[in-house]
């Protein structure tokens, strides 16, 4: 049954990267490189930074800084939990979470990918979070990747449409 959990898991994480991929790359993308526009180098930073504060949020446990990136629509997708869907399911989410005096959250984009047309990107990482299993009561280490799309709002601002971290050897 938990091999099949962690199947069910990587198949969510593979298809998530695959979607984020195929909208991210309809006219190349851009990785930031020599090759991308001005524009869509500056959001590769603007991204980055986002993500340097938003690890920052989670570490302080700053819940509206922490829910402050999603889109009012935003799936969160964390390994052995339910969907949490929009920013009133993630925030109630992460209230529990942050309940935890154990839980450490810090993660940080190894790429991040802008489209052609930069309305859309999508960032993968590695994470690293501590927590108490509320089970077995025991602190829990767990390091994975992530996959993280963004859909760019009207106002400018980068918004995550869709989170998903997957536990294991992080991705290289």
Request: a neutral charge; charged letters at 20%; proline letters at 3%.
């Amino acid at each position: 049954m938990e091999r099949l959990k962690h199947t069910v898991i990587r198949v969510a994480f593979v298809a998530a990267a695959v979607a984020a991929f195929a909208a991210c790359s309809q006219g190349g993308g851009s990785n930031g490189s020599a090759s991308a526009t001005t524009d869509n180098g500056q959001f590769v930073n603007d991204i980055k930074a986002q993500e340097a504060q938003w690890s920052k949020d989670y570490s302080a446990k700053a819940l509206e800084g922490a829910v402050g990136p999603y889109s009012h629509d935003a799936k969160l997708m964390l390994p052995g939990q339910a969907v949490m869907k929009g920013s009133d399911g993630i925030r109630a989410g992460l209230t529990d979470a942050f309940k935890d005096d154990k839980f450490k959250l810090s993660f940080a984009p190894d790429q991040v990918v802008v489209s052609d047309s930069g309305d859309m990107a999508y960032s993968v990482g590695k994470f690293d979070q501590t927590a108490t299993d509320p089970k077995t009561h025991a602190e829990v280490h767990v390091t994975g990747s992530y996959v993280t799309v963004y859909k760019r709002a009207s106002n400018g601002a980068w918004k995550a449409i869709a989170d998903i971290a997957t536990p294991g050897p992080a991705a290289s």
